[in-house]
């Protein structure tokens, strides 16, 4: 659990059933689970650290490029190509309910904390926020600040931060009543919450990471010497926060310390392009997801 | 009466009666029994035959045919059987089924459902025999023959042979031989020798025993007829099974491929490939019918057969990296030799035909003609006969430098005059030598003073130019011909050029160079004031003279004001779109160098760059600056740039606060002012809002704008009283705005509207234009907030009533402008041709001048040009209509109120009033119809602006809402009082018709 702890840097587990690519590979909250979803249009639940699969969800009509869980495991989302972001039962696998509203394809989806309202992030440069209580098919609230398509989005207790091709980081503090607008000045393709709440990783088009203070809007490190030029990649930090872990385009994973910015550790996980990295909330693990097709389980 | 018959007009071809023709009838039949009938509730449907007689009836109806035609279908109707049995002739018991009983119909109907074997599956051609055969048995019985008794089997076979088949035994081909034997007989012979000497030769040939057979027989008849007659024999009776061997586990005669052929290829082709390798080879789709159209689309699954393939569905990932082929190298050799393994043998037996062997000697021989001899002397470049720069061999020795003459004018002309024929060719330096023979001033161009030094500007330019147009960018966005820039042109006119410009385009654009200016710039331009020195511009757009001329031009008129001239706007060859796009680069341009950080902050195209991003536009021309820069230095800018912070209000929505668990923090408070959408929206609105009486630039603009600004100026002229008349021309504006505004912006802009006119004080001439903007509607109220004297007491409609009978009064001025404000001001009356046919006649002069002016004022939308006065006058507009729209009810009740005052204002008016009025109510009630229909798509196109609109608008919400209840009032009176009239009025021109 300390800062020394080794990298995952060995190949647990393979996981593999999506066929094309696999566009995002999410941990559950408490790690035991892990999500995928994939352009065959399904969402898989896999259980990554005995590399078993459980369940798939089918109901999407085209690529799947998000997908989340609530903390208590109960409901899913995912979005896609098919411009609606679906709420699912986990258990039963249904489609509770359909979200349309947005214009194009969803990029990024989440639950907020009391999983009471999903916020997604379209392609059509708007922020929705869908009530999951109510009956309503109406967003909440729309946010159309962007200036171009949202990739990515983080939710704290209080505030929903938005990354977006336009170069901003906006934050929507919904206590203050602000919108924080950051601009990186280059496409962000995902943008990432330290665990400490307190920066956000930030992953440009530029072929690197930036970390941002949130207060300040400072930036704090530049992360280098991966690819990111084209494709929508992850990124993420490691539960201690000591590391910063970027997949790149050639199929390689990348270790920076936080600190200092210095590759740690960088190694080929797949042959193709990394979409997806997560790590787990509290162990030495992380899962990667590529457009080979396949998951790959990390364990120091 | 009569005249009223002859008013009658007939449409449309009348009805036949029904009793006319027995054909009506068939016809009749035949479109019920196509199903017109169908709708029909049943029990009103009619059941008839083909000749569209009543089949069903009750037993007493009918007459004659109801037993003919109902029961047993002969003349003599049904007649019973008589039952006779005897000893020598026993009746026999007939064994009834159910077919005895059924009408012909019926059988066909039963004989549907019958199982049978379809033909389509008679693999051994068995049934087709049988069906033939039966065929010809009963033409047998039906036509009688010489021969009695049906035909024999052997006489009577089916024809199941192909058309090739039976053409090739046409031909002479027998069947077991292949097609290659038929043997015409001299080249026969010659065979026949050739393998009786082989055979002599090597006796363990494989076709020993048959040619030994051959040989034996001796007959060259026999020989050949031997195989022909034996093979006859033996593949007439071969059933097809036997040639094509059943080896799948399909049903007989199942094909599984019917009505997909390329699958049966693709299984063959498979088949093939496992009986050739063994290991299975990877199918190569990549050509076939199965690879997916557009390589990109991930394989191994498709989207939904109701959606369709978008460029979503695209597999962006395929493009840099094959993950089919990324396991290569994994693999390594192994895989690659096995698949050169694979290429030779299908090389191998590609060109082959099974059973063949590939000739070692061809008869065929592929004609090759050698390859045309190149003259020695041969340059494979083209050369144009007028060259450009090929005048001057760049291989030339350059002249010796010479200092430049003492005059500076000369200097900088032999300059210009050196860089534009560099530019356009020595084609022009003859013809401004012929031009300026006389002018002392070019004698440079004769040998004159200064000629040694043109040469030595002339050579540098050309060897610049060469430079340049190694770049991409020179010379490919305009011909050539337009290069001439205003600088080079200014100089053959003899103006005082720019000092610095020109030795700022001769500077080569090396990045240092760029550099060290933009340092230089930097310093010298920390402040606006330097601004007043168009000497001294930045030159932002350096690779792009004419850019920057106008550029230049935009500069000195921003900061110096005063009118525009209408060419400035860009030349001519520029859309109006690449105007405004440039016009807006410009502006940006400007506030880079106006905040002094353009050495170390973000250069124009840049900024441009982000702003493409986010609009869709293209900047073409600027993007290519960024290669002047260099990337460190980039980088640095960047850095010291990013990340921004920029704050703004929101306001979560308050289900969103009770959904987070956290207080709104907006809560009981008014709704914000949305704020503008982008980069772009600020760009476009905040220099308008600053220079608010700035003139338009825009070309598009430029006619009716220039003509408003005539107007203006004359309504200033004229005082008080055309201040209405110029107010009416600006109605197509909100006209044009009521038609597109959305409703829920106008409940908003409701409240947020009288706190518009609170607006700071440096928008005073605004608001004197804004006064004049406003329609005469409101002029009262609005009146009251700009503290300008109105009477109180007047209705508004008699208000505007007045207004009207100036403008007449001033039409008589004989000042051709105001006649044709005049006829403007009416034309909105044009358009509600329901009135009396007389007006229709005189406004129907100008419906196209409507549609000009409506486009025109749309163009000044768009430009978004539009000053801030304007769009606050649009924006009440907007609201008034709206308003207008909605309570519409209630005018009706107030109208007859009202229209007894207008009663009472004068007659001779009249017409002129009701024209107005007329206009007025169109447009209520445009915004009643269009306005729901067209905002949807209006505010997409359009969000931008009415972004801007709103936030001006709305900007102040929280006061002064009396007023605008107040406010409200007016407008709701003024177009019931309008239609009231015009009601009125419509009635009495009927009444003048009929008389």
Same mark, same amino acid.
Request: with cysteine.
């Given at each position: 659990?300390?800062?020394?702890?080794?990298?995952?840097?060995?190949?647990?587990?393979?996981?593999?059933?999506?066929?094309?690519?696999?566009?995002?590979?999410?941990?559950?909250?408490?790690?035991?689970?892990?999500?995928?979803?994939?352009?065959?249009?399904?969402?898989?639940?896999?259980?990554?650290?005995?590399?078993?699969?459980?369940?798939?969800?089918?109901?999407?009509?085209?690529?799947?490029?998000?997908?989340?869980?609530?903390?208590?495991?109960?409901?899913?989302?995912?979005?896609?190509?098919?411009?609606?972001?679906?709420?699912?039962?986990?258990?039963?696998?249904?489609?509770?309910?359909?979200?349309?509203?947005?214009?194009?394809?969803?990029?990024?989806?989440?639950?907020?904390?009391?999983?009471?309202?999903?916020?997604?992030?379209?392609?059509?440069?708007?922020?929705?926020?869908?009530?999951?209580?109510?009956?309503?098919?109406?967003?909440?609230?729309?946010?159309?600040?962007?200036?171009?398509?949202?990739?990515?989005?983080?939710?704290?207790?209080?505030?929903?931060?938005?990354?977006?091709?336009?170069?901003?980081?906006?934050?929507?503090?919904?206590?203050?009543?602000?919108?924080?607008?950051?601009?990186?000045?280059?496409?962000?393709?995902?943008?990432?919450?330290?665990?400490?709440?307190?920066?956000?990783?930030?992953?440009?088009?530029?072929?690197?990471?930036?970390?941002?203070?949130?207060?300040?809007?400072?930036?704090?490190?530049?992360?280098?010497?991966?690819?990111?030029?084209?494709?929508?990649?992850?990124?993420?930090?490691?539960?201690?926060?000591?590391?910063?872990?970027?997949?790149?385009?050639?199929?390689?994973?990348?270790?920076?310390?936080?600190?200092?910015?210095?590759?740690?550790?960088?190694?080929?996980?797949?042959?193709?392009?990394?979409?997806?990295?997560?790590?787990?909330?509290?162990?030495?693990?992380?899962?990667?997801?590529?457009?080979?097709?396949?998951?790959?389980?990390?364990?120091? | 009466?009569?005249?009223?018959?002859?008013?009658?007009?007939?449409?449309?071809?009348?009805?036949?009666?029904?009793?006319?023709?027995?054909?009506?009838?068939?016809?009749?039949?035949?479109?019920?029994?196509?199903?017109?009938?169908?709708?029909?509730?049943?029990?009103?449907?009619?059941?008839?035959?083909?000749?569209?007689?009543?089949? *069903?009836?009750?037993?007493?109806?009918?007459?004659?045919?109801?037993?003919?035609?109902?029961?047993?279908?002969?003349?003599?109707?049904?007649?019973?059987?008589?039952?006779?049995?005897?000893?020598?002739?026993?009746?026999?018991?007939?064994?009834?089924?159910?077919?005895?009983?059924?009408?012909?119909?019926?059988?066909?109907?039963?004989?549907?459902?019958?199982?049978?074997?379809?033909?389509?599956?008679?693999?051994?051609?068995?049934?087709?025999?049988?069906?033939?055969?039966?065929?010809?048995?009963?033409?047998?019985?039906?036509?009688?023959?010489?021969?009695?008794?049906?035909?024999?089997?052997?006489?009577?076979?089916?024809?199941?042979? !192909?058309?090739?088949?039976?053409?090739?035994?046409?031909?002479?081909? @027998?069947?077991?031989?292949?097609?290659?034997?038929?043997?015409?007989?001299?080249?026969?012979?010659?065979?026949?020798?050739?393998?009786?000497?082989?055979?002599?030769?090597?006796?363990?040939?494989?076709?020993?025993?048959?040619?030994?057979?051959?040989?034996?027989?001796?007959?060259?008849?026999?020989? !050949?007829?031997?195989?022909?007659?034996?093979?006859?024999?033996?593949?007439?009776?071969?059933?097809?099974?036997?040639?094509?061997?059943?080896?799948?586990?399909?049903?007989?005669?199942?094909?599984?491929?019917?009505?997909?052929?390329?699958?049966?290829?693709?299984?063959?082709?498979?088949?093939?490939?496992?009986?050739?390798?063994?290991?299975?080879?990877?199918?190569?789709?990549?050509? !076939?019918?199965?690879?997916?159209?557009?390589?990109?689309?991930?394989?191994?699954?498709?989207?939904?057969?109701?959606?369709?393939?978008?460029?979503?569905?695209?597999?962006?990932?395929?493009?840099?990296?094959?993950?089919?082929?990324?396991?290569?190298?994994?693999?390594?050799?192994?895989?690659?030799?096995?698949?050169?393994?694979?290429?030779?043998?299908?090389?191998?037996?590609?060109?082959?035909?099974?059973?063949?062997?590939?000739?070692?000697?061809?008869?065929?021989?592929?004609?090759?003609?050698?390859?045309?001899?190149?003259?020695?002397?041969?340059?494979?470049?083209?050369?144009?006969?007028?060259?450009?720069?090929?005048?001057?061999?760049?291989?030339?020795?350059?002249?010796?430098?010479?200092?430049?003459?003492?005059?500076?004018?000369?200097?900088?002309?032999?300059?210009?005059?050196?860089?534009?024929?560099?530019?356009?060719?020595?084609?022009?330096?003859?013809?401004?030598?012929?031009?300026?023979?006389?002018?002392?001033?070019?004698?440079?161009?004769?040998?004159?003073?200064?000629?040694?030094?043109?040469?030595?500007?002339?050579?540098?330019?050309?060897?610049?130019?060469?430079?340049?147009?190694?770049?991409?960018?020179?010379?490919?966005?305009?011909?050539?011909?337009?290069?001439?820039?205003?600088?080079?042109?200014?100089?053959?006119?003899?103006?005082?050029?720019?000092?610095?410009?020109?030795?700022?385009?001769?500077?080569?654009?090396?990045?240092?160079?760029?550099?060290?200016?933009?340092?230089?710039?930097?310093?010298? *331009?920390?402040?606006?004031?330097?601004?007043?020195?168009?000497?001294?511009?930045?030159?932002?757009?350096?690779?792009?003279?004419?850019?920057?001329?106008?550029?230049?031009?935009?500069?000195?008129?921003?900061?110096?004001?005063?009118?525009?001239?209408?060419?400035?706007?860009?030349?001519?060859?520029?859309?109006?779109?690449?105007?405004?796009?440039?016009?807006?680069?410009?502006?940006?341009?400007?506030?880079?160098?106006?905040?002094?950080?353009?050495?170390?902050?973000?250069?124009?195209?840049?900024?441009?760059?982000?702003?493409?991003?986010?609009?869709?536009?293209?900047?073409?021309?600027?993007?290519?600056?960024?290669?002047?820069?260099?990337?460190?230095?980039?980088?640095?800018?960047?850095?010291?740039?990013?990340?921004?912070?920029?704050?703004?209000?929101?306001?979560?929505?308050?289900?969103?606060?009770?959904?987070?668990?956290?207080?709104?923090?907006?809560?009981?408070?008014?709704?914000?002012?949305?704020?503008?959408?982008?980069?772009?929206?600020?760009?476009?609105?905040?220099?308008?809002?600053?220079?608010?009486?700035?003139?338009?630039?825009?070309?598009?603009?430029?006619?009716?704008?220039?003509?408003?600004?005539?107007?203006?100026?004359?309504?200033?002229?004229?005082?008080?009283?055309?201040?209405? $008349?110029?107010?009416?021309?600006?109605?197509?504006?909100?006209?044009?705005?009521?038609?597109?505004?959305?409703?829920?912006?106008?409940?908003?802009?409701?409240?947020?509207?009288?706190?518009?006119?609170?607006?700071?004080?440096?928008?005073?001439?605004?608001?004197?234009?804004?006064?004049?903007?406003?329609?005469?509607?409101?002029?009262?109220?609005?009146?009251?907030?700009?503290?300008?004297?109105?009477?109180?007491? @007047?209705?508004?409609?008699?208000?505007?009533?007045?207004?009207?009978?100036?403008?007449?009064?001033?039409?008589?001025?004989?000042?051709?402008?105001?006649?044709?404000?005049?006829?403007?001001?009416?034309?909105?009356?044009?358009?509600?041709?329901?009135?009396?046919?007389?007006?229709?006649?005189?406004?129907?002069?100008?419906?196209?001048?409507?549609?000009?002016?409506?486009?025109?004022?749309?163009?000044?939308?768009?430009?978004?040009?539009?000053?801030?006065?304007?769009?606050?006058?649009?924006?009440?507009?907007?609201?008034?209509?709206?308003?207008?729209?909605?309570?519409?009810?209630?005018?009706?009740?107030?109208?007859?109120?009202?229209?007894?005052?207008?009663?009472?204002?004068?007659? !001779?008016?009249?017409?002129?009033?009701?024209?107005?009025?007329?206009?007025?109510?169109?447009?209520?009630?445009?915004?009643?119809?269009?306005?729901?229909?067209?905002?949807?798509?209006?505010?997409?196109?359009?969000?931008?602006?009415?972004?801007?609109?709103?936030?001006?608008?709305?900007?102040?919400?929280?006061?002064?809402?009396?007023?605008?209840?107040?406010?409200?009032?007016?407008?709701?009176?003024?177009?019931?009082?309008?239609?009231?009239?015009?009601?009125?009025?419509?009635? $009495?021109?009927?009444?003048?018709?009929?008389?």
């Amino acid at each position: 659990m300390s800062s020394g702890a080794k990298l995952p840097t060995t190949e647990a587990n393979v996981l593999k059933g999506h066929e094309g690519g696999v566009l995002a590979a999410r941990f559950n909250s408490d790690g035991n689970y892990c999500l995928s979803c994939g352009k065959d249009g399904t969402i898989r639940l896999w259980n990554p650290h005995r590399g078993i699969h459980i369940k798939t969800y089918k109901s999407h009509g085209r690529q799947v490029r998000d997908v989340h869980v609530t903390p208590d495991n109960s409901k899913l989302t995912s979005c896609g190509g098919d411009r609606q972001v679906f709420y699912w039962d986990v258990a039963t696998g249904h489609v509770i309910r359909k979200f349309a509203g947005h214009h194009s394809e969803v990029n990024a989806v989440k639950f907020n904390h009391y999983a009471s309202v999903v916020v997604s992030a379209g392609y059509d440069r708007s922020l929705r926020v869908w009530d999951c209580r109510s009956h309503s098919t109406q967003p909440i609230q729309i946010m159309d600040t962007f200036s171009d398509s949202v990739m990515s989005l983080c939710l704290t207790k209080t505030e929903i931060i938005a990354g977006s091709v336009d170069g901003t980081v906006r934050t929507f503090d919904i206590r203050i009543g602000r919108e924080i607008s950051d601009d990186l000045g280059q496409p962000v393709n995902c943008i990432t919450l330290s665990n400490d709440g307190n920066c956000v990783l930030a992953s440009c088009l530029d072929s690197t990471l930036r970390l941002m203070d949130r207060s300040t809007g400072e930036l704090l490190q530049e992360y280098k010497g991966h690819t990111c030029k084209s494709f929508k990649m992850d990124c993420c930090l490691t539960n201690t926060d000591a590391h910063v872990v970027g997949g790149s385009e050639d199929g390689s994973i990348f270790f920076w310390d936080l600190v200092d910015a210095s590759v740690v550790s960088s190694f080929r996980a797949h042959s193709s392009v990394v979409t997806s990295v997560s790590y787990h909330p509290k162990d030495n693990c992380m899962i990667t997801a590529s457009v080979d097709g396949t998951i790959r389980v990390w364990k120091s | 009466m009569d005249v009223d018959e002859d008013d009658f007009v007939f449409y449309g071809t009348p009805i036949e009666r029904e009793d006319d023709t027995s054909t009506t009838r068939k016809k009749k039949a035949v479109a019920e029994a196509s199903g017109h009938l169908r709708t029909l509730v049943p029990w009103k449907q009619e059941v008839r035959d083909e000749e569209g007689r009543r089949r *069903f009836h009750g037993a007493f109806s009918g007459g004659f045919s109801a037993g003919y035609y109902n029961t047993v279908g002969s003349k003599e109707g049904w007649t019973p059987q008589t039952f006779t049995s005897s000893r020598k002739n026993r009746a026999e018991i007939k064994k009834q089924s159910i077919l005895n009983f059924l009408d012909e119909d019926e059988k066909a109907d039963l004989d549907g459902d019958s199982l049978g074997t379809s033909s389509q599956f008679d693999t051994f051609g068995s049934t087709a025999a049988e069906l033939a055969r039966k065929q010809a048995e009963k033409e047998q019985q039906q036509r009688p023959s010489a021969i009695p008794g049906p035909a024999p089997d052997e006489i009577v076979l089916p024809a199941s042979d !192909s058309i090739g088949v039976s053409l090739l035994l046409k031909m002479g081909w @027998r069947r077991g031989r292949s097609i290659k034997d038929s043997r015409p007989g001299s080249l026969y012979d010659v065979r026949r020798e050739a393998r009786k000497a082989f055979m002599a030769l090597s006796s363990e040939d494989v076709q020993a025993p048959i040619s030994g057979s051959e040989l034996v027989k001796g007959d060259p008849e026999m020989v !050949s007829e031997l195989p022909t007659s034996s093979d006859d024999q033996l593949f007439d009776k071969t059933p097809v099974y036997v040639l094509k061997p059943k080896q799948d586990m399909h049903g007989l005669g199942f094909d599984p491929f019917k009505d997909a052929p390329e699958f049966r290829e693709r299984k063959r082709s498979r088949m093939s490939e496992i009986k050739e390798a063994g290991q299975g080879k990877s199918f190569s789709t990549k050509n !076939s019918l199965f690879g997916f159209k557009s390589e990109r689309i991930a394989p191994g699954f498709g989207i939904g057969a109701l959606e369709e393939l978008d460029a979503e569905d695209e597999d962006v990932y395929a493009s840099g990296y094959d993950f089919g082929n990324s396991y290569v190298q994994e693999i390594g050799d192994a895989t690659r030799l096995s698949l050169e393994d694979n290429k030779k043998k299908g090389k191998k037996e590609h060109g082959v035909l099974h059973g063949f062997k590939v000739a070692s000697v061809t008869d065929y021989q592929t004609e090759r003609f050698n390859p045309p001899v190149i003259p020695k002397d041969f340059v494979p470049i083209h050369v144009f006969s007028a060259p450009l720069e090929d005048t001057y061999k760049l291989a030339d020795s350059p002249p010796p430098e010479v200092s430049p003459p003492g005059d500076k004018d000369l200097k900088v002309l032999i300059e210009g005059v050196a860089t534009l024929v560099a530019r356009c060719g020595k084609l022009f330096e003859d013809l401004s030598r012929e031009k300026n023979q006389s002018n002392p001033l070019f004698s440079f161009l004769n040998g004159g003073d200064g000629h040694q030094y043109y040469l030595r500007k002339l050579w540098e330019e050309n060897q610049k130019r060469n430079d340049h147009s190694k770049q991409p960018f020179a010379g490919k966005l305009y011909p050539t011909e337009q290069k001439m820039t205003a600088e080079s042109r200014g100089k053959i006119l003899g103006e005082k050029p720019l000092e610095k410009s020109s030795s700022n385009i001769s500077s080569p654009a090396s990045s240092v160079a760029t550099v060290n200016l933009q340092v230089n710039l930097s310093d010298t *331009f920390t402040k606006p004031v330097s601004f007043a020195e168009p000497q001294e511009v930045a030159k932002p757009f350096r690779d792009d003279p004419p850019k920057q001329t106008r550029f230049e031009q935009y500069l000195k008129e921003k900061y110096r004001g005063g009118l525009r001239s209408k060419e400035s706007g860009g030349s001519s060859y520029m859309s109006e779109a690449d105007r405004a796009r440039e016009r807006l680069e410009f502006e940006a341009a400007a506030v880079a160098i106006e905040k002094g950080k353009w050495g170390n902050e973000i250069t124009p195209s840049q900024q441009l760059v982000n702003l493409s991003g986010t609009t869709g536009l293209q900047f073409t021309s600027a993007g290519t600056e960024q290669a002047g820069v260099t990337k460190a230095e980039e980088e640095l800018i960047t850095k010291k740039l990013y990340p921004r912070r920029e704050e703004f209000q929101w306001r979560p929505a308050s289900l969103l606060c009770k959904r987070f668990d956290l207080i709104d923090p907006y809560v009981g408070k008014p709704p914000l002012a949305p704020r503008t959408r982008s980069k772009m929206d600020s760009l476009i609105f905040m220099p308008d809002l600053l220079n608010a009486d700035k003139p338009e630039e825009d070309a598009r603009v430029a006619p009716s704008q220039s003509e408003n600004e005539y107007n203006n100026k004359e309504a200033a002229l004229r005082g008080d009283e055309v201040e209405v $008349e110029v107010e009416n021309v600006e109605r197509p504006v909100d006209l044009y705005k009521a038609i597109f505004s959305d409703d829920s912006d106008d409940e908003n802009e409701d409240s947020g509207l009288h706190k518009v006119e609170h607006q700071p004080k440096n928008a005073e001439a605004a608001n004197t234009t804004l006064s004049r903007l406003i329609a005469g509607d409101f002029l009262e109220s609005l009146g009251k907030e700009l503290g300008l004297e109105v009477p109180p007491e @007047r209705s508004q409609s008699e208000h505007n009533f007045k207004g009207k009978e100036v403008t007449n009064i001033s039409t008589k001025d004989t000042n051709s402008s105001i006649l044709s404000v005049d006829r403007k001001l009416f034309m909105p009356s044009s358009a509600s041709a329901d009135g009396s046919k007389t007006e229709v006649r005189k406004d129907n002069l100008y419906p196209l001048e409507v549609s000009h002016d409506d486009a025109s004022r749309e163009a000044i939308g768009n430009s978004t040009q539009g000053s801030g006065s304007q769009k606050r006058g649009i924006g009440l507009f907007e609201n008034v209509f709206v308003k207008s729209r909605v309570d519409v009810s209630q005018e009706r009740k107030e109208s007859t109120f009202t229209g007894q005052q207008d009663q009472s204002s004068a007659s !001779s008016d009249d017409e002129r009033g009701r024209r107005g009025s007329k206009s007025r109510r169109r447009k209520s009630r445009y915004s009643e119809g269009e306005t729901t229909d067209s905002s949807d798509g209006y505010e997409d196109r359009h969000r931008s602006r009415s972004r801007g609109r709103k936030n001006d608008s709305s900007r102040e919400k929280s006061s002064s809402r009396k007023h605008s209840k107040h406010h409200k009032h007016k407008s709701r009176r003024s177009p019931s009082s309008s239609r009231h009239r015009s009601k009125k009025h419509h009635s $009495e021109s009927k009444r003048e018709k009929r008389k």
